[in-house]
Nanobody, 124 residues
């Protein structure tokens, strides 16, 4: 069992930055790929970014590419999402997820464990 706790959300003006963190429990964190997803009001959950078990491979949604960076620190059981040049359309609840396998994926169905989410609001 893996528990995930997100933090770092908040209110920011357009053009600003935030860094989300996701702390994971359990000894197997370093064997899991991790992902970030988001869900805006009245919209379906969408993929944001993913990173493989070692941190050597990442993938991003086109809408956040070149603005967001996913990273992980396996010694701290933590994955991060650095978000720069934020836009109002980035407003959503952001969820951290752990896949039950080492390889990254942009499919939510590949992820076994989910956090409770953290709200990100970008004002124009």
């Amino acid at each position: 069992q893996v528990q995930l706790v997100e933090s770092g959300g908040g209110l920011v003006q357009a053009g600003g930055s935030l860094r989300l963190s996701c702390a994971a429990s359990g000894r197997t964190f370093s064997t899991y790929a991790m992902g970030w997803f988001r869900q805006a009001p009245e919209k379906e959950r969408e993929f944001v970014a993913t990173i493989n078990w070692s941190g050597g491979r990442t993938n991003y949604a086109d809408s956040v590419k070149d603005r967001f960076t996913i990273s992980r620190d396996n010694a701290k059981n933590t994955v991060y999402l650095q978000m720069n040049s934020l836009k109002p359309e980035d407003t959503a609840v952001y969820y951290c997820a752990a896949a039950g396998r080492p390889y990254d994926s942009n499919l939510g169905t590949q992820y076994t464990y989910w956090g409770q989410g953290t709200q990100v609001t970008v004002s124009s």
